[in-house]
């Protein structure tokens, strides 16, 4: 009996949509609007701690070493700068391997590899790649090298990275703000309308209603069906919302892959890993927006 009702409810929810077909348009495309918004919101996130990620995967301290370092002297300087807490990893490039990727970082540049012949020697000095176990801890490290006292360190080179990082989160911050204003207004905008919609469905049946009520119908089999047209215009959200921002991904990938050169990065995929996780998430949160809209106005205007 009550999946009976629950199957007539839905019946009825449906006709009420095909009846005010155009109504149930705008209602739809303003809730893809709001949905759109969010996962914009969630684009934008991902993205910004991705090039976080990426900056801080790239960040290294450069030790150069003289030309005339003996190799064991160089190992054992290693073997020191290891022992820091900071140090997550140190590779040793030698002055043959540092000529090497030179020579295929500019395989393109005849002018450069020229000059590089006219030389007749490697002009290159070993080093050591220093990788900090967390970004955070840079200047602790960066100390640390630095008294360490040794005749073979030529330079040292630092680049602290927490400048760029505070701008990209600063940037991303900004964005958020603004994206979370815009997706307020498009969730406001959505609850006044689904309220105007479940009115108006109210209102072109209130003889229905009144007929309902003096045959003994209870309140919930009369609310029902407008309390799920809020959940029909949930799914239709997402479902429209879903086929238009995986073309939008899409386009937008290349772009990502041009900034995010060397570093594997795919927006598209984390929304297909991520797709059930996200879009349950908006269903409920926005079924429940939808049906919360849709409850005051049942209150108010089905009291026939």
């Known amino acids: 009996m009550i999946i009976l009702s629950v199957l007539r409810a839905v019946k009825f929810s449906l006709q009420d949509l095909v009846r005010n077909f155009w109504l149930s348009i705008v209602t739809v495309v303003i809730l893809v609007l709001a949905l759109f918004s969010v996962n914009t919101l969630i684009t934008i996130k991902v993205i910004s701690q991705s090039a976080v990620d990426s900056i801080k995967e790239k960040v290294d301290i450069n030790v150069y070493l003289k030309n ?3 190799e064991p002297e160089i190992m054992a ?23 090497d990727d030179f020579r295929d970082k500019h395989k393109n540049d005849p002018d450069v590899l020229e000059a590089l012949r006219q030389l007749n020697k490697n002009p290159l000095s070993p080093t050591l790649v220093i990788k ?3 970004v955070e801890n840079y200047d602790d490290l960066i100390t640390s090298i630095n008294r360490i006292q040794n005749d073979i360190i030529e330079s040292r080179n630092f680049d602290n990275p927490k400048q760029m990082l505070g ?28 309220y105007n919609s479940i009115r108006v469905a ?34 239709l959200g997402l479902a429209v919302t879903a086929l238009v921002f995986y073309p939008f991904l899409t386009l937008l990938q ?11 990065f795919n927006i598209v995929n984390y929304f297909k890993e991520n ?3 996200i879009f349950l998430l908006e ?13 005051i106005a049942v209150r108010k205007y089905s009291r026939v």
Do not use: C
């Open 68 to 70: 005339e370092a003996a």
């Open 77 to 99: 300087l290693k073997a020191q700068i290891s022992n820091i807490n900071q140090v997550k990893s140190i590779d040793y490039v030698s002055k043959q391997q540092a000529l």
């Open 132 to 134: 900090p176990k967390q």
């Open 167 to 194: 701008k990209i989160n600063g940037i991303a911050a900004k964005v958020n703000e603004a994206g979370m204003f815009v997706s307020f207004i498009f969730i406001l905008i959505t609850v006044l309308v689904v």
């Open 202 to 235: 109210i209102y072109t049946h209130q003889r229905e209603i009144k007929i309902m009520r003096l045959v003994g119908a209870s309140n919930w089999f009369i609310r029902a069906p407008y309390l799920f047209s809020s959940v029909i215009y949930t799914l």
């Open 254 to 264: 290349p772009y990502l892959e041009t900034f995010f050169a060397g570093y594997s």
């Open 275 to 277: 797709f059930w996780r």
């Open 283 to 295: 269903f409920f949160s926005a079924a429940a927006i939808n049906i919360f809209a849709s409850w």
